[in-house]
């Protein structure tokens, strides 16, 4: 996709969604950690369910490291894998304690290093909670980077590079969260529906619907 209109695409999301937030809910940058490696193979909607009673009771590192295994596990038991995260959220608690003063770090190694937190939850939490143009890249991201011609590339972090490399600064603070509304609400998987599109003139998708 040529660069005037990659630089179209993202004024037109923006035309749109002036401020994207992240739809998980959160109070501060640890519960946003805890809410981002809990939505692995889940939904937000699920998450924020499951999260909703658990952060009244424990929104920092030594709060949910006090609960223990098993009371995470009872409060999350709705979402996907909860066995595996109720242990990830304890240990990564646990570390944040024991070596980060109770503070989720500023830092990707850091935060990478922690149990459950792969690359893309690493810029999730250094883009919402921090501020750093960073770019996640999910199912959703990943689908329209390629669909869509903007950033193609047979892994996620091949789709990660090029849209770092192509997508102009002034939009790549949002970035993140344009694309994943977009792949989310109208660059759906099934069937995207482009007659609704506001991208659909400079999207090289060749099999564009014409009905939504």
């Not at 949002?174 to 109208?186: E, F, K, N, P």
């Amino acid at each position: 996709m040529p660069k005037a209109d990659i630089d179209r695409f993202f004024q037109r999301l923006a035309e749109r969604m002036p401020a994207p937030e992240t739809e998980l809910v959160y109070s501060n940058p640890f519960t946003l950690l805890v809410a981002v490696v809990l939505s692995a193979q889940a939904t937000d909607i699920g998450v924020n369910k499951a999260t909703k009673a658990l952060f009244e009771i424990a929104d920092t590192p030594a709060g949910m490291a006090a609960l223990g295994e098993e009371t995470i596990r009872s409060h999350i038991k709705t979402i996907g894998l909860f066995n595996t995260k109720a242990k990830n959220v304890l240990k990564l608690s646990e570390m944040l304690v024991a070596q980060h003063g109770g503070a989720v770090p500023r830092d990707r190694d850091a935060l990478e290093a922690l149990p459950g937190v792969g690359r893309k939850t690493a810029n999730v939490v250094l883009n919402v909670a921090f501020g750093e143009p960073t770019i996640a890249v999910d199912t959703h991201i990943f689908r329209v980077g390629n669909r869509t011609g903007l950033a193609p590339g047979k892994t996620p972090r091949a789709v990660e590079d090029g849209l770092m490399k192509r997508v102009p600064a002034p939009w790549r603070l949002h970035a993140h969260h344009w694309l994943i509304l977009h792949g989310r609400y109208t660059c759906k998987a099934r069937k995207p529906e482009c007659p609704t599109c506001p991208v659909a003139d400079v999207c090289r998708y060749k099999a564009k619907t014409l009905v939504a």
